[in-house]
């Protein structure tokens, strides 16, 4: 059965890791915000069922970051407040993790009914189903879970539960078979249908933008959509990957009363995997839907290498960049930072080159105003 003995105690250097990839999942979804506050061309139906997405996976790494302060405090005397605190972190983390479960499932839902009914998708009732359906019933489950006392750690249990001092639910050696029930209801079983039900929906979704749309761009479909929105088919595929190495985990401890050393050593080597992929969900996301999001590495490359000039004072004449020529525009500034020449074709390279053909733009622009005006 899956319950913690003093030998199955977490291997040196995991909640480190894991607290790490904690860390990285709370940066990942920072930014998911500020894309979605500063890029309005972003914010479609897709876009806001992400953000609600990032709320959840937020919560679950603040979570186990807490427990792990916790747990390293000298505040940790009393059974009794660790038992409190136990609780509250696991009813907290388990259901921030439902709710991502079943957000995922109805982003699928949402991109497949968009593919194959572009004309009458209920866009105007995606948002408010999902996130009733997503966080209401998750909030039911956590409720029996509390009510039955099965969310926690038994006081004869190790420190441990799956990668760290949080906590799950609680293992019964006297009722192996409730535990075992409520760890599927409150994680696992939520889980594999998510790989299954996801990966069916987008493997789906696929087939009809092949078969009938003959790989068309997903704004051609319906105008609600996004083209990056593509990346979205790839989120089963992540998720499988960060989350597998605990689902191995577990029918691992669960199958075997008595486990041999190759299972033991194995499992020594996938927790260490789990660790780094349980809580980096947002930090997933953020690479799939920023970094790799064309539209908002284009925005943010726009920043960066053509941001306007505001240092120059009121007086300052400006050059208006053109195909055809260059023309003298005195309401606006001289030139862009860097990053364009006078053909209004964006220049790539180095930041010296760039800084340094700025420089030469500058000193053109100026011998250019001094004969123009002279």
Same mark, same amino acid.
């Given at each position: 059965?899956? +319950?913690?003995?003093?030998?199955?105690?977490?291997?040196?250097?995991?909640?480190?890791?894991?607290?790490?990839?904690?860390?990285?999942?709370?940066?990942?979804?920072?930014?998911?915000?500020?894309?979605?506050?500063?890029?309005?061309?972003?914010?479609?139906?897709?876009?806001?069922?992400?953000?609600?997405?990032?709320?959840?996976?937020?919560?679950?790494?603040?979570?186990?970051?807490?427990?792990?302060?916790?747990?390293?405090?000298?505040?940790?005397?009393?059974?009794?407040?660790?038992?409190?605190?136990?609780?509250?972190?696991?009813?907290?983390?388990?259901?921030?993790?439902?709710?991502?479960?079943?957000?995922?499932?109805?982003?699928?839902?949402?991109?497949?009914?968009?593919?194959?009914?572009?004309?009458?998708?209920?866009?105007?009732?995606?948002?408010?189903?999902?996130?009733?359906?997503?966080?209401?019933?998750?909030?039911?489950?956590? +409720?029996?879970?509390?009510?039955?006392?099965?969310?926690?750690?038994?006081?004869?249990?190790?420190?441990?539960?799956?990668?760290?001092?949080?906590?799950?639910?609680?293992?019964?050696?006297?009722?192996?078979?409730?535990?075992?029930?409520?760890?599927?209801?409150?994680?696992?079983?939520?889980?594999?249908?998510?790989?299954?039900?996801?990966?069916?929906?987008?493997?789906?979704?696929?087939?009809?933008?092949?078969?009938?749309?003959?790989?068309?761009?997903?704004?051609?479909?319906?105008?609600?959509?996004?083209?990056?929105?593509?990346?979205?088919?790839?989120?089963?595929?992540?998720?499988?990957?960060?989350?597998?190495?605990?689902?191995?985990?577990?029918?691992?401890?669960?199958?075997?009363?008595?486990?041999?050393?190759?299972?033991?050593?194995?499992?020594?080597?996938?927790?260490?995997?789990?660790?780094?992929?349980?809580?980096?969900?947002?930090?997933?996301?953020?690479?799939?839907?920023?970094?790799?999001?064309?539209?908002?590495?284009?925005?943010?490359?726009?920043?960066?290498?053509?941001?306007?000039?505001?240092?120059?004072?009121?007086?300052?004449?400006?050059?208006?960049?053109?195909?055809?020529?260059?023309?003298?525009?005195?309401?606006?500034?001289?030139?862009?930072?860097?990053?364009?020449?006078?053909?209004?074709?964006?220049?790539?390279?180095?930041?010296?080159?760039?800084?340094?053909?700025?420089?030469?733009?500058?000193?053109? +622009?100026?011998?250019?105003?001094?004969?123009?005006?002279?």
């Amino acid at each position: 059965m899956y +319950c913690n003995t003093p030998q199955n105690a977490t291997p040196p250097g995991v909640e480190v890791i894991s607290a790490v990839s904690c860390t990285l999942s709370v940066f990942g979804a920072i930014m998911i915000f500020m894309t979605y506050i500063l890029i309005s061309e972003i914010r479609n139906t897709t876009r806001k069922l992400v953000i609600w997405l990032t709320v959840a996976d937020l919560v679950t790494p603040l979570g186990y970051l807490a427990s792990f302060i916790y747990n390293e405090s000298d505040n940790v005397t009393e059974y009794t407040n660790t038992t409190l605190f136990c609780k509250t972190q696991s009813a907290v983390t388990t259901y921030s993790s439902l709710v991502s479960f079943f957000l995922t499932i109805c982003i699928a839902f949402h991109l497949l009914l968009a593919v194959f009914r572009p004309q009458n998708s209920p866009r105007r009732f995606i948002l408010p189903i999902a996130n009733i359906i997503s966080w209401g019933v998750p909030g039911i489950i956590i +409720c029996v879970a509390l009510m039955e006392n099965m969310l926690g750690r038994e006081a004869n249990d190790s420190p441990t539960v799956g990668t760290g001092s949080w906590c799950w639910v609680k293992c019964k050696e006297s009722n192996p078979h409730k535990t075992l029930f409520y760890m599927y209801l409150t994680g696992k079983g939520f889980e594999i249908l998510c790989y299954v039900i996801t990966a069916a929906l987008y493997v789906l979704m696929k087939l009809r933008m092949y078969l009938v749309y003959r790989n068309r761009r997903l704004h051609d479909i319906q105008s609600d959509l996004r083209d990056d929105d593509k990346n979205f088919v790839y989120v089963w595929l992540v998720f499988l990957m960060i989350r597998i190495w605990g689902t191995i985990r577990f029918y691992l401890r669960v199958i075997p009363d008595k486990t041999s050393d190759v299972i033991e050593g194995v499992d020594r080597v996938l927790i260490y995997f789990q660790a780094i992929g349980d809580p980096s969900q947002a930090f997933c996301n953020c690479i799939l839907f920023c970094i790799l999001d064309g539209e908002i590495w284009k925005k943010i490359l726009g920043y960066i290498l053509c941001r306007p000039s505001h240092a120059h004072n009121n007086n300052m004449v400006d050059i208006e960049d053109t195909d055809n020529d260059v023309d003298i525009n005195r309401d606006s500034d001289c030139i862009p930072l860097f990053g364009q020449n006078y053909s209004g074709r964006r220049r790539y390279g180095s930041c010296s080159e760039l800084v340094e053909e700025t420089t030469n733009q500058h000193k053109d +622009c100026f011998e250019r105003m001094h004969k123009t005006t002279g």
